[in-house]
């Protein structure tokens, strides 16, 4: 376990360095207008002071959340392909069928919306081709039937993965929100009093972290085929930009609800 929080720390760190070669180093006079204006209480040079020690969240500090996103693609790929698909086919008692493609049959009778192509094309196709028109019926069936098995697996895996890491971040939030107690949690007051000067919590730096790299990994897994591809990748953006703001204007304590 040390050995994985060696690695990952040092690979958090190199990627901290890649953003500031490409300029990504935002100071949080960048991003003025999301804080109070100045004022006797409040100087945005002095946040800038504080980020700069490494006592403020920077934009920098957001690294490992792209190692989180990299480790979490990787363990839903080899899960998916290892254990998922498989118990997928055995929950659902699917069976597939063995199928030959047929490339020059799907490119000219493709599945249109999901659906089997309409018999007037199938028979144009059989007379044009010279072809059995039961043999070519018998392989649209055996096709469509895969490609309802495979949506099926997907969405079982896709629930599936969804569960687990879910699960996992609840045990995560159950840590650091609850061991020990943080008084705001029960009193949402104390979510905003002293804001921007929040005494930062390791613990709730690494579950936004966790989160962020998490909906990171999601917008990258999204079907664009699927029928609400647009409102999940639109979805996975907006609470992308939210986390990130929550993050670097030291609003985590409120920004945990995301």
């Known amino acids: 376990m040390d050995q994985f929080a060696s690695a990952f720390n040092a ?6 360095d890649l953003m500031v070669r490409l300029g990504l180093d935002f100071a949080p006079s960048a991003y003025a207008f999301l804080f109070p204006p100045d004022s006797e209480q409040f100087k945005i040079a002095d946040v800038d002071s504080f980020a700069a020690q490494g ?15 990299a480790l979490f693609s990787f363990f839903r790929f080899v899960f998916h392909h290892l254990f998922f698909k498989r118990l997928a086919y055995a929950a659902m008692n699917i069976k597939s069928e063995p199928l030959v493609p047929n490339p020059d049959l799907d490119r000219n009778l493709p599945s249109i919306n999901k659906k089997k192509p309409a018999e007037e094309k199938v028979l144009e ?60 949690v029960e009193d949402l007051r104390g979510c905003w ?46 609470t992308i930009f939210l986390i990130t703001t929550s993050y670097v204007i030291n609003l985590q304590r409120i920004g945990k609800y995301l």
């Open 11 to 16: 690979t958090s760190v190199a990627v901290e």
């Open 193 to 238: 009093d002293k804001w921007p000067f929040h005494t930062v919590i390791p613990a709730l730096l690494t579950y936004h972290h966790v989160q962020l790299g998490c909906y990171l990994h999601q917008l990258l897994w999204t079907e664009v085929s699927r029928s609400d591809a647009f409102e999940m990748i639109l979805h996975h953006i907006v």
């Open 125 to 184: 196709y059989c007379q044009r081709k010279k072809l059995n028109s039961h043999d070519v019926n018998a392989y649209l069936r055996s096709r469509y039937k895969n490609e309802c098995n495979e949506r099926s697996v997907s969405k079982f895996v896709e629930a599936f993965w969804r569960c687990l890491f879910y699960t996992v971040f609840v045990i995560v939030a159950y840590y650091t929100f609850l061991n020990p107690p943080q008084p705001w």
């Open 55 to 69: 006592v403020f969240p920077s934009f920098k500090s957001l690294a490992p959340a792209f190692v989180c996103c």
